[in-house]
């Protein structure tokens, strides 16, 4: 099994920035993708950026030239800095992992808990 903790949400006015991070541990062979997600309430959770372990990224449009994801292959963690933040981005932000489970490399999605952004004057 994996576990991903997030951390690094909180409160921020309008066009600040924010830097989430997040972990994965457990039961990993190897991390095939890592990405973040959001879900404002009564919104359905929606894909804001991936990254492959080999550097490929994938943002939303709404989030391009202002969100940035990397990662550290070695450390299991993938970061989002969040630039020029709108109260649009108010969130529950989540991690995901697309990881290799087993010998014969199936691949599993596992999702953190979340972590709130807030964006507000």
């Known amino acids: 099994q994996v576990q991903l903790v997030e951390s690094g949400g909180g409160l921020v006015q309008p066009g600040g920035s924010l830097r989430l991070s997040c972990v994965a541990s457990g039961r990993i062979f190897s991390i095939y993708a890592m990405g973040w997600y959001r879900q404002a309430p009564g919104k359905q959770r929606d894909l804001v950026a991936s990254i492959t372990s080999g550097g490929i990224t994938d943002y939303a449009d709404s989030v391009k030239g202002r969100f940035t994801i990397s990662r550290d292959n070695a450390k299991n963690t993938v970061y989002l800095q969040m630039n020029s933040l709108k109260p649009e981005d108010t969130a529950v932000y989540y991690c995901?992992?697309?990881?290799?489970?087993?010998?014969?490399?199936?691949?599993?999605?596992?999702w953190g808990k979340g972590t709130l952004v807030t964006v507000s004057s």
């Open positions: 995901n992992t697309e990881t290799r489970i087993n010998v014969e490399g199936a691949g599993m999605h596992y």
